[in-house]
Structure formats: C-alpha cells, structure tokens
C-alpha cells in the first residue's frame, strides 16, 4: 500500500468519525427549534380547545334512571320514600316565586332539593317536574328524584351556582386559566345549544319564558363545575305548534325594555291600557332576540372578546330583526358560531407559530 492511498483512507475515517460523533452547531439549533415549536403547536392547540365535558351525563341513563358524581351505575329516580328517608336538608341556597331550593345530601352527594312555596304555584310546580322528566339530556341539569305528595323535587348539586356568577367565578384566581375569549367563546356555544335543543325538542317547540330580563335568563341556568351550561329552571316552557296555529304569550303581564323581543311589547300604545286578552301571541322567534345580549355578557370584557364580537356582529344583526320570521334559527346562530371559534382559533395558531 502507498503512503498516499494510506493517508486518503486515514482522511476518509476522519471524516466519517466526524459524521458518526459529530452535529454542526447549526444544525443542533435548527432541530431543537423545530422540536420547540411542534410542542407550542401541541401545547396551544389543546390549551385552545374547550374543557372536555363529562361523559356521565343522563342520556347515558335508561329513562327514568340517573348518575350523577362518581356513580358507576344508574339508579331509578327516588321514590317519594326514598326522598323522606334518605335525603338530608341542609340549608337555603335560593328561592323563587315557585320554589325554595335546599342544598342537601344524598349518600355521600350534594344535590339539590326543591319545594313548592305556595299552592297556587302547583300548576308551574308540575310543569316544570314535567319538563325536566321529559327533556333529560346533558342540557339539563340531571333529575334525581320526585314527590308530588310532598310537592319536591330532588335535582343534581351544581355549586358554582347561576349563571349570573360567571364574572364572580371567573374573577376566582383558580378559575383564571379558564377566563379566555375561548373558553367565554365556547359557553355561549353551549348557551345556543340548549335554546336549539328547547326549540327542536322532543315535545315540540319549547319557548323559554321566563326570560324577561338578562337577570332572570341568566337564573335560569346552572355552570357546572366542568364550566358547561346546564337548563334547570323550566317551570314555564309554553309550547309552539304551528299546524294547529298554537303560539305563546311569556305571562300575562305587559312587558317593557328592549332585552324581550318587539313582539312581546304591547303594541296599541300607552294611551291604551294593556289587556292580556288582546294582545297577540307570538313563537319561540323570541328567544333568538335575545341571543346577543347573553353571549355579550358570557364573553365579557377579557382580551380578544371584542375580537369575537367584531366576527359575530352579521349574525347577532340577523337575530334583531324586527321582523321574527328573518331572524335566523338557533341551529344558524350555533353554526355561526362553531366557525367563528375555529377561524380565530386556527389564526391565532398560524400567528404563534410564524413568530418562533
């Protein structure tokens, strides 16, 4: 072997050596960078997403039947027996002009515990028992139980409360991780998904009535722990039947402000007093109306709220028509919504990662 070819064989295993040892600097930055940036992809696409909401929900359950917290399996709903003996009454935690509701105990559960304040109250007392025995899903608050003897009703324990505490909570510094436009965003989701589940429900459609103000329809729905939204005040769900021409009147009172829909004003002035007997009824058109003014209030003032605003001002221009048959459905307004959360989802996502 010549000098010359040992040499270029000695210079050829440096060079592997080199390649087996080594990693240019450059090289090494480059890998950790795009390492960094597919786990911020990962990271914020499932920080983006909303809470995962539980799979135990009442739909899970035969009719008739419950689960609630850890149970593995579900139980028929209590007997009014079952109510006497084995719930225990703890305190106060609301009242209504229909019912007082107790925080109580069940095997080791809080639930809720409901009773009728006055008799003449019965009649919505028993519709609303109706309702909730024939809409049990997961938009609304799940049944335990029931006594028409002792007029109570026995309901699932939410303790975050109304809706109406969502700033309250939210302002908790253990709920900050969750005070985001998305999250905010994804509430109000929910919120439409229970008025389109109400309006297309297995009863037919259901108009929510008790919903004359922002404070009284906020009240009429719970935040779960997993901040989902659940329905749980249904004593006055009026039903709409178009073939038998059935509309509804939400009470019997007038009604005044410029939250409940146009329809729902009086419409022969003031030099004319109001009488229920004349005035017109109208359909679940209603609750469309006041979609924008209880997504504004669930978005809140956080950063990127008026961002959403901004990109849902066609559609809420749509639910305010004066004229009710324009107005969009609640499935439109829901549609509208779940591309508006993935368009500014995936923005945000395509800035992030332009930055690194």
Same mark, same amino acid.
């Given at each position: 072997?010549?000098?010359?070819?040992?040499?270029?064989?000695?210079?050829?295993?440096?060079r592997?050596?080199?390649?087996?040892?080594?990693?240019?600097?450059?090289?090494?930055?480059? !890998?950790?960078l795009?390492?960094?940036?597919? @786990? #911020?992809? /990962? +990271?914020?696409?499932?920080?983006? $997403?909303?809470?995962?909401?539980?799979?135990?929900?009442p739909?899970?359950c035969?009719?008739g039947?419950f689960r609630?917290g850890?149970?593995?399996?579900?139980?028929?709903?209590?007997?009014?027996?079952?109510?006497?003996?084995?719930?225990?009454q703890l305190?106060?935690?609301?009242?209504?002009?229909?019912?007082?509701?107790?925080?109580?105990?069940?095997?080791?559960?809080?639930?809720?515990?409901?009773?009728?304040?006055?008799?003449?109250?019965?009649?919505d007392?028993?519709h609303?028992?109706?309702?909730l025995?024939? !809409?049990?899903?997961?938009?609304?608050?799940? @049944? #335990?139980? /029931? +006594?028409?003897?002792?007029?109570? $009703?026995?309901?699932?324990?939410?303790?975050l409360?109304?809706?109406?505490?969502?700033?309250?909570t939210?302002n908790?510094?253990?709920?900050?991780?969750?005070?985001t436009?998305?999250?905010r965003?994804?509430?109000?989701?929910?919120?439409?998904?229970?008025?389109?589940?109400?309006?297309?429900?297995?009863?037919?459609?259901?108009?929510?009535?008790?919903?004359?103000d922002?404070?009284?329809?906020?009240?009429?729905?719970?935040?779960?722990?997993?901040?989902?939204?659940?329905?749980?005040?249904?004593?006055?769900?009026? !039903?709409?039947?178009?073939?038998t021409?059935?509309?509804?009147?939400?009470?019997?009172r007038e009604?005044?402000?410029?939250?409940?829909?146009?329809e729902?004003?009086?419409?022969?002035?003031?030099?004319?007093?109001?009488?229920?007997?004349l005035?017109?009824?109208?359909?679940?058109?209603?609750?469309?109306?006041?979609?924008?003014?209880?997504?504004?209030?669930?978005?809140?003032?956080?950063?990127?709220?008026?961002?959403?605003?901004?990109h849902?001002f066609?559609?809420?221009?749509?639910?305010?028509?004066?004229?009710?048959?324009?107005?969009?459905?609640?499935?439109?307004?829901?549609?509208?919504?779940?591309?508006?959360?993935?368009?500014l989802?995936?923005?945000?996502?395509?800035?992030?990662?332009?930055?690194?």
């Amino acid at each position: 072997m010549t000098e010359s070819t040992s040499m270029e064989k000695r210079a050829e295993g440096n060079r592997k050596g080199l390649n087996r040892r080594e990693v240019p600097p450059a090289v090494g930055l480059l !890998l950790v960078l795009a390492f960094m940036n597919l @786990l #911020l992809y /990962f +990271c914020l696409d499932r920080f983006f $997403v909303s809470p995962r909401r539980s799979a135990l929900d009442p739909s899970h359950c035969p009719y008739g039947y419950f689960r609630v917290g850890q149970m593995k399996n579900c139980s028929p709903w209590l007997s009014c027996e079952e109510l006497r003996t084995e719930v225990r009454q703890l305190k106060r935690v609301g009242e209504g002009a229909v019912k007082r509701v107790f925080l109580s105990e069940w095997k080791e559960h809080k639930v809720a515990l409901s009773r009728l304040t006055r008799l003449e109250m019965k009649e919505d007392f028993l519709h609303g028992l109706q309702m909730l025995k024939s !809409l049990q899903s997961r938009h609304v608050v799940t @049944l #335990l139980g /029931f +006594c028409e003897e002792d007029n109570t $009703v026995l309901t699932e324990y939410h303790p975050l409360g109304s809706l109406g505490n969502l700033e309250t909570t939210l302002n908790l510094s253990k709920y900050q991780k969750v005070n985001t436009w998305q999250h905010r965003l994804q509430l109000a989701m929910e919120y439409v998904s229970i008025i389109d589940y109400l309006h297309r429900s297995p009863l037919g459609t259901l108009v929510m009535c008790d919903s004359s103000d922002l404070p009284k329809t906020l009240s009429q729905y719970l935040l779960t722990s997993n901040f989902s939204i659940v329905a749980n005040d249904l004593d006055a769900l009026p !039903l709409v039947n178009r073939s038998t021409r059935t509309f509804v009147k939400c009470g019997h009172r007038e009604l005044h402000g410029d939250f409940v829909a146009p329809e729902q004003l009086w419409p022969y002035g003031e030099d004319r007093p109001f009488q229920d007997d004349l005035m017109p009824a109208y359909d679940e058109k209603v609750d469309i109306w006041k979609i924008p003014d209880v997504s504004s209030f669930l978005l809140g003032h956080v950063e990127g709220s008026d961002m959403v605003r901004f990109h849902l001002f066609d559609i809420h221009k749509a639910c305010k028509n004066w004229i009710p048959e324009e107005r969009p459905t609640a499935q439109d307004v829901l549609d509208t919504y779940q591309k508006v959360l993935s368009s500014l989802r995936d923005t945000v996502l395509a800035q992030t990662r332009e930055m690194l």
